[in-house]
């Protein structure tokens, strides 16, 4: 469900300038209704809509699983809804101050901001009367659902059906002349969605002296709840209700975790008492109980120790001295001393049974580091305790060296190095050291102790020197260092392109075209990538023909050109990182096509006596034929140039011819460039 827009964090948005004034509105699901709340989010068109009235029509969009169509259209009220009258309010307004404060925002002579009850103090005053009403209106209506309906902005559908769903849309009835359009909003609903109200979470008390601490996190359920009460019970059975205003948020949601709701509660001490919360919707539901909060609250102790000098006699022993007001010693069973490694803990007793007139005491077994506490234990159970202090043996002891010290290293040199954690108590960081050459010594890039285990620079990456080096020191507190970490290498990104090879020697044949270059210079190449393009089409691409990745092959034979003509060839080179080349000027070659076989012909004849003709028929490749030359004679020796034909045609009728006469026939295709096939020979008797 979408929180309508009126709490307080959200009310200080809607008196910011918006093009055009709209209605905000929100539903809430019950078993056999559905109820909605709603409100203009402008000072100005809300005093317009409150004299205009409000309408709703309900859209019916589907029945028991299955769209509605056309869509149902049918209007929940036959005139609009509008404030009541002011004297129709004066029942609930004796019973609800926020009826009150709503009934003196709409019908009030005039409009002061004085605090109305808890929270609503906290509120920062606005300039404007118009929206000093508007926003205590609004606020005022969210804490009581009557209220709200006796004001025209909430309503109840009593007329809706399971197995159907809606969309509810709340219009303003009509729009004074010369004064900006309210939209209209919606909202979906369906009684199908109803789920019960859930019991409010998180709360949790601190019982201190004479009083307890409350609190819960207003933010977890902030989309449900809009107010919350609180009550407490002497027996966890009968519970009353302690608050006589509703508890509510006046800050603006910052998440989840955002804001805590508390109360203080006034009690005895030694007594333990019970307290649970409820929270209440827009629409005047209340919650089932949180879960309860128990505890007693207790006399403190008004004196604690203070720890005011310390002594190491041995490298394994320390003596603590404490202040602690003697009119105390009758308060408390005596004092124990507590351990920790940092001064955040936790905290361990180390020694216990100390009397109360003491006000010192040895300690042995130190550590590496040392946090100490003192604490007096109060007879009735409560504890006070000295702040830490920190004791810190003669050490002359390094820690281990850093291990697993890794790096990142991008293209524009920012550089990532992380390692991992050294386990010394008493470690206070690390140091750094880089050099270009593994072999001379280190400068250290660190001015100071680094404290984390990961270390971001920026370094030279457009430079001679491919490769870097890295190497680090762990440091305690005591600056004693450890021996230096493994070297660590880290390659330098490549971001210079290699240099272009260029053509040298080129020859074109029957075969294809063979091409020589000079390979690209730089060291790092990986592979040199030859482009060819048709020149015979206007609109060609260059297309990769092929990468010969090894460094040694100078030369390609192209023997995939689709056919004769004019073809360009350029060639780049590409390195190890994918950075390629400029690319070489354009080369262009003029290729003759492949040389044709006998094999690549198919030539035959037909006799037709009846008709007196023989046709001749043939095929080729798929290749350009410029023409054909046709032989004919009447033995295989005498062939003559008989006939010259198209390079379109196939085929060929011979109708001057002697009957009773062997012929011979020999076929030769020309191509482009003069170039000339096998003749192909057939025999037949006419």
Wanted: glycine fraction near 6%.
């Amino acid at each position: 469900m979408k929180y309508l827009l009126i709490l307080f964090g959200l009310v200080s948005s809607m008196l910011q300038a918006q093009e055009n004034p709209s209605v905000q509105v929100i539903s809430r699901n019950q078993q056999d209704r559905v109820l909605l709340r709603w409100a203009v989010d402008q000072p100005q068109a809300w005093k317009e809509a409150n004299t205009l009235g409000f309408l709703i029509e309900r859209s019916t969009i589907s029945r028991n699983g299955e769209a509605v169509v056309p869509i149902e259209k049918s209007m929940l009220v036959t005139v609009p809804l509008k404030p009541q009258p002011l004297e129709a309010w004066e029942t609930l307004a004796t019973q609800d101050q926020n009826a009150a404060i709503l009934a003196q925002a709409l019908y009030g002579d005039r409009f002061e901001t004085s605090s109305p009850g808890e929270g609503l103090g906290a509120i920062y005053a606005v300039n404007e009367e118009l929206e000093q009403r508007f926003t205590f209106g609004l606020l005022a209506a969210e804490q009581n659902y009557e209220a709200a309906k006796l004001a025209g902005w909430a309503f109840e559908d009593t007329t809706a059906k399971k197995g159907e769903q809606y969309v509810y849309t709340i219009s303003v009835a009509q729009t004074l002349e010369g004064t900006p359009i309210i939209e209209n909003g919606t909202v979906y609903s369906s009684l199908d969605d109803f789920e019960p109200l859930p019991k409010p979470i998180g709360f949790f008390g601190l019982f201190e002296d004479n009083h307890a601490n409350l609190s819960w996190n207003f933010n977890l359920l902030q989309e449900l709840y809009t107010n919350y009460s609180i009550e407490r019970s002497e027996d966890n059975s009968v519970f009353e209700q302690l608050n006589a205003a509703p508890i509510f948020s006046v800050q603006e949601s910052n998440g989840p975790n955002g804001t805590s709701l508390s109360y203080t509660d006034s009690i005895p001490n030694n007594k333990t008492f019970y307290y649970r919360i409820k929270g209440k919707t827009a629409f005047g539901e209340t919650s089932p109980p949180s879960d309860v909060v128990s505890g007693k609250a207790q006399e403190n102790l008004a004196f604690s120790p203070r720890i005011t000098r310390k002594e190491i006699p041995t490298d394994s022993t320390a003596t603590l001295f404490w202040e602690f007001d003697q009119k105390g010693n009758d308060l408390i069973t005596g004092f124990e001393v507590h351990r920790a490694n940092s001064d955040n803990g936790p905290f361990e007793v180390v020694k216990k049974n100390i009397s109360t007139t003491a006000r010192t005491t040895t300690i042995s077994g130190l550590k590496r580091v040392n946090y100490f506490t003192v604490v007096a234990l109060g007879k009735n159970g409560v504890r006070s305790e000295s702040f830490a202090t920190m004791i810190q043996p003669i050490d002359s002891t390094p820690p281990l060296p850093p291990m697993g010290l890794s790096a990142a290293l991008d293209t524009t040199g920012i550089l990532r190095l992380s390692w991992n954690k050294n386990a010394e108590e008493d470690l206070k960081g690390y140091r750094i050291f880089t050099a270009n050459n593994p072999d001379v010594e280190f400068n250290e890039i660190t001015s100071k102790t680094h404290l984390s285990e990961i270390f971001i620079d920026t370094i030279p990456i457009n430079n001679l020197n491919k490769k870097i080096y890295f190497k680090i020191k762990a440091e305690d507190f005591r600056y004693n260092q450890s021996k230096f970490s493994e070297i660590l290498m880290v390659d330098k990104p490549d971001v210079s392109p290699p240099s272009p090879p260029f053509f040298k020697r080129y020859s074109s044949s029957t075969d294809g075209i063979a091409l020589q270059w000079t390979p690209s210079s730089s060291t790092d190449v990986n592979s040199h990538i030859i482009y060819r393009k048709n020149n015979a089409k206007t609109d060609a691409l260059w297309e990769q023909i092929t990468e010969i990745k090894s460094a040694l092959d100078s030369t390609y034979t192209d023997h995939s050109l689709p056919a004769t003509g004019s073809y360009s060839y350029t060639i780049i080179a590409k390195d190890n990182v994918g950075l390629e080349s400029s690319v070489t000027e354009a080369l262009t070659l003029l290729w003759n096509g492949k040389e044709i076989q006998e094999e690549d012909m198919k030539f035959s004849g037909i006799v037709d006596r009846e008709l007196r003709f023989i046709n001749l028929s043939w095929k080729m490749k798929d290749m350009p034929i410029i023409e054909y030359r046709l032989y004919r004679g009447t033995t295989k020796d005498d062939l003559k140039l008989y006939k010259v034909i198209d390079g379109s045609s196939n085929g060929y009728n011979d109708t001057s011819l002697e009957i009773n006469t062997e012929y011979w026939y020999g076929l030769q295709a020309i191509l482009n460039g003069g170039r000339t096939s096998p003749i192909k020979e057939i025999n037949l008797k006419y």
